[in-house]
Structures are given as C-alpha cells and as structure tokens.
C-alpha cells in the first residue's frame, strides 16, 4: 500500500525548509530519475526527443537533456520557450554543452519524453498544445511522461486531450491526478522518483492509499479441525433476475463462504447444487446480500425487516441504489458495504438527497464524491466501481488500480458482490471485506489467460480457485 496525496507543492517545500534541499537539487534528482530510466531500459545510441514546456516541468526535461546528451541522439524542442527562472538556468547549462532546441518537430524517435505541462495545468489546453499533443502520440516510439501526462489536470481529467505515457515517472510522491478514470489510458506504468531523499522523509501525512497486489490477503483455512460452520453463511437477495443472484452466491461459496442461500419469494429452477434457498432468513445466517437484479419495483418487506431488527453485515448493490427505502439500511445497519457503479452511484445520491449530479461530473472528481458521500453515511464503506475502483470510509479512500478490461463483462458486478458479501459472512471487518474483495476481483481478472474481450461472469467464479 501506497501513500497518495493531491499534490506534492508541500512536500517540496518541506524538502526546502526542513532538509535544506533546493529547488534546483530536486529538479537534478528527478531529471536523474528519467536519466537512469532510459539507460536502463533503452541503452545508448537511442535517438531520444525531448518536447519541453515554458516552466519547471520543461525544466526537468531540458535537465533531462544535459544528461542523456554526449550518450544519445537528443533532440530538444522547446515550442513555448524556456520562461521559468530554472528552465532558462538549465537551458543556459545546456548551450554551454552544445545543445540547443530546435524549432521543429522531427518524424521519428525511439524515445519521446513529454516534459510540456506537469501536474499544475488549471485551464484547457489551446489549439497549438492539443496539436501538438496529437503528433506526439502518433509517434511510433516508447512514450514516457515527466510527473504526469501533459493534458492532465491536478484531478487526472483531460483538457481536453492527454498525452499518452507508456511510463509515467512522478516526482517524489504519488499523485490523485494519475488514478482518475480518465487518466488510466493515458499514465501507462507509474513510477515514483526520489527526490534527494528516501520518500519515507519526503512523503507527510495522507488520508489517500494506492492498494498493491501484494496487499491481497486469501481467506485461507488454517484451522484442520473446521467445519462449514466456521466460515459462515450468506443470504443473498434474488429479485427479478435471478441469475444475478446465483453468480453473486455461486462466488462467495467459491470464496470461502460455508453455506450460501438465495432469497427468494418463489422457487428457482436449476440452481446449483451447492447453493440452498428460502423465502426468509434463515436462522444461521452471518451476512445478507441484495440488491443485483433485484428490480426497481423490488419491497422485500418482511426480508428488510429482519435484516433491520439483526443489524446483519450488509452487502448492497445496483438495483438498491434507485430504490427510496435504502436510507433506512444505511441508517439502520452498523456494517454495510455499498458497491455501485458511477451511473448508480449519481442515483443514489439522488435518492438519497445528497445532490442531483451526472455521472460526468462523479467521474472528473471520484475521490471528491466517495469522501462526500462518507461524510453524509460515515458508517457505510463505499465501493464505487470503475477503472481505478476506489473504496472509502470514514474519511479514508483506498484506490484499486489493478482492474483490466477483462471485467468489462455482464456480471462482472455481480461477482464482486459475491466476493465481499462471502468475507462479511466470514466475520470480516466491511472495511477490509471491501478492500480484500476488491483486490481478489482485479486479480482475477489480471491472472485470466484468456482474449481479454472473452471473459466471462462464469471464469471469473472458475478463477477463485488459484487466487492463494
């Protein structure tokens, strides 16, 4: 796990007046960062362009060029000029070496490091940057950003295009604007440079998390005397599409769940074997799941009453989100995990009257939203689902960042559920059922071999098994 932080403007300024680092021995460090980077990974003679900005970011790149050049082919292009105080100091190191800027853009380079704008960038780009932008990222050659995508504004939204990194190498720390939605096409591979110190001095405090694959935690059984008993038993809701409801279960009986059962108000043909069913709760149950495919018209009367009256761990999702009535779950159940996608999420702040928004607008500030809707539920740990999955509660977000376009499949959803709901029947925390769930469904979606476009609902369920 990761820190994350909005910006680094503070952290730089801690540097200065703390370890007595300067503005100009950061910049050295982090142009090294990128030096080291392309020797490692491209080796000499490379023919590598530079395209720089009017400020610090340009500077980084201009300093950049000092050091590759005498080893490489460099070609730097400085189309606003060197304006900053430290980019005409490196631009004037870099005359008295020999290089100078070129005023056009060449066809072809191995290597194209974008050095244009950084994290600062507060207004859309003008026709001239969106131009060139566009050259760039036709280019045929391994794209690398300084700090962050040229295009990117400090939430991680284009403005209105991006460049596109296949390795992005921040400065010092991670940053909010590289784990957008909209920034996951653009960042590539991130990497974090140091900056003249270890970032466990440079980085302060967050509220803000980057989760790791390593962070994954299988709920393994160690115990050799257990019994099914021992790992609990979920309820999950089946309402107007009841196939929903069988992924959801067949999941989290894959995941560790002791005995699953679907609630039903009639009888479900051709169920699995392992799953069970009811028209109530039964009494052994240790956590409830409902909400996919429940339907809109959806008033499970006597199912929410008990689930009220026995504070059930609660797993809640799609369908829920339009209904008026799950305010009274959310204020009357301690431990709930609320799992929508943004378009669900816009209605349940909606129904909820926290705010009419679009989902246009959830999506320039997901973490702005989570923390919002926290505010208003601090008991509920929220889930909002998309590229970069981010969990949240009681003021602490957690972003997932390892999700792949394999799960932009029908039931995708429906397969989370299963693996949260299953660790809120084990007795986990909602917190960490949340997290770990998350986790458990972007690596299997990481470790399927299949086309990336071939995924379904069903390998998904079948790659639990080799999740330890």
Known sequence: MEKLFDHCYDLDRRCYEKFGLSEEILMEHAAEAMHRYIRDHEG???????????????????????????????????????KSPMARLQYDRLLNIGLEATDTLPSRADIVVDALFGAGL???????????????????????????????????????????????????????????DYAKGCVGRVEVADLGVSRRFYEGHTDTFVLEASDFNPPLRTNPAAHKGHFGH???????????????????LRFGSGLVTLLSERHMEHLPYSLM??????????????GMGLGYEYDPILIKSTILERDFPLLLDADICYLPWVESLL?????????????EFAALLKTLAIDDVSV?????????????????????????KGANTIVAHRG???????????????????????????????????????IQGSLAHTLLARRYEGANFSATAEDLIEGIRWLA
């Not at 131009?131 to 995508?149: F, G, S, V």
């Not at 069913?277 to 956590?287: D, F, I, K, M, R």
């Not at 246009?360 to 909002?384: H, M, N």
């Not at 390892?402 to 299953?422: K, W």
Request: with cysteine.
């Open 360 to 384: 246009s607008e959830i999506q320039k500030d997901r973490f702005g939203w989570a923390k919002r809707f926290c505010d208003a539920y601090p008991d509920t740990v929220l889930v909002l």
């Open 234 to 252: 979920l309820c999950v809701v089946s309402g107007a599409k009841g196939g929903a409801a069988v992924l959801c279960g067949m999941a989290a």
């Open 122 to 180: 507060s207004k859309p780009l003008d026709t001239r940057a969106i131009e060139l932008i566009d050259r760039l990222n036709h280019m045929r050659a391994h794209k690398i950003a300084c700090d962050i995508p040229s295009g990117l504004d400090p939430l991680g939204n284009p403005h209105p295009v991006a460049f596109e990194a296949d390795v992005t190498i921040t400065m010092g720390a991670l940053k909010k604007g590289l784990f957008s």
């Open 277 to 290: 069913q009811s028209g109530s709760v039964p009494e052994s149950a240790t956590a409830v799941a409902m």
């Open 396 to 434: 602490l977000l957690y972003v997932n960042p390892l999700g792949t376009p394999v799960l932009s499949q029908a039931g995708s959803g429906d397969i989370l559920s299963g693996l949260i709901g299953s660790l809120l029947a084990q007795g986990y925390t909602p917190l960490n059922a949340a």
């Open 44 to 82: 000499p003679k490379a023919s590598v362009l530079i395209v720089a900005g009017p400020g610090n970011n340009g500077a980084d790149g201009i300093t950049l060029a000092r050091l590759l050049h005498g080893d490489f082919d460099v070609t730097l292009h400085l189309p606003y000029g060197a």
């Open 331 to 343: 204020k009357g159940c301690s431990k709930t995990v609320l799992t929508p996608h943004p378009k």
